[in-house]
């Protein structure tokens, strides 16, 4: 069945300490309570992930790292493969989150290699697609989210995608206070799930889930979320607030 999710990127914030206060204040809210069907994920920066195994109820917050290399080990100076990110208790992992794409040169065949090694070392990917501003304007936006999603997926067996859980993030919201519309959301996810129908089938195409990720917050979580193919969101600035991120798991 499909699992609604809310996950937390941190990206680059928060020192070790600042980390675990956070940690700590969402996983104290999450005990309250959630909406039934619905994961909590944090993913702060790597170096803070072990400690936080170990301070919070992973049962409740699960933890995912926010990248991770496409080789599995050796002589790769300041990368962290796979297999380390999953030692930690870390669950999950973010690839192909635009800003990857846009200042560290990710291309789609480098993020199929890392989400194949994050599939053998029992990480789950959370798979991030979207346009930027020139593309939407040109309308191009359905054509260039299809790319990334079958040049970098659509290789897998069924078993790998039906592990998938894919992200779609529109390159001008993010950041920038300018939400899509729940209309151009829900068009988008749509889409996305059609295409993985055409792909893998019914099944696998109701089960993914499709989370939203651009200038998501409690004022508009709830309206993005009941849209019949948005399965939660992506949040970026708003997670490293523990009550906006709890409200907005609140807000399904
Ligand atoms: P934002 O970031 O919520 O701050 O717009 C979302 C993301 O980049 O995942």
Redesign the pocket.
Known sequence: MRKNIVAG?W?MNKTLEEGIKLAEAVDKLVSQGTPENTDVIIAPPFIHLAELAKRIDTGKVKLSAQNCAAEAAGAYTGEVSPAMVRSTGAEYVIIG???RRQYYGETDAILKKKTELALENDLTPIF?CGEVLEERNAKQHFEVVKTQISDALFLLSEEEFGKIII?Y?PVW????GVTATPEQAQEMHAYIRSLVNKRYGKQIAEDITILY????KPSNAGELFSNPDVDGG??????LKADDFYAIIRSF
């Not at 992506?234 to 997670?239: D, P, R």
């Open positions: 990127n990206k989150h635009s800003e991030c992200a993030e919201a993010i950041g920038t990720g651009g200038s998501c992506l949040i970026g600035g708003a997670s």
